[in-house]
Nanobody, 125 residues
């Protein structure tokens, strides 16, 4: 059974930082591309960042470039999202996802095969 468990969400002031983690189990983690998406109630899920199986390819949304960084540790079956200079508009539930096409760093949510339950990030202005 595949499980993706996000952690690290919190309430933080604007300008602050958070690091989200997503621990994976039940799959050959090093074979999967991983992504982060976010969603605000009433809006569609939005791409944030993605990373290929060996970290050779990374893709960040325009809204995340220069502030967020995706990384992974295949030995720990974990993907991270370092978020700096947080803004109120970054408030959302953040989800990690796994794509069996490992070389991908896709920004399309339907490309992903497995999803976590999400972690809440709230940025106060």
């Amino acid at each position: 059974q595949v499980r993706l468990v996000e952690s690290g969400g919190d309430l933080v002031q604007a300008g602050g930082s958070l690091r989200l983690s997503c621990a994976a189990s039940g799959l050959t983690f090093s074979s999967y591309a991983m992504g982060w998406f976010r969603q605000v109630p009433g809006k569609e899920r939005e791409f944030v960042a993605a990373i290929s199986w060996g970290s050779g390819t990374k893709h960040h949304a325009d809204s995340a470039k220069g502030r967020f960084t995706i990384s992974r540790n295949n030995a720990r079956n974990t993907v991270y999202l370092q978020m700096n200079s947080l803004k109120a508009e970054d408030t959302a539930v953040y989800y990690c996802a796994a794509d069996r096409v490992g070389w991908h760093a896709s920004d399309i949510s339907s490309d992903y095969d497995y999803w976590g339950q999400g972690t809440q990030v709230t940025v106060s202005s």
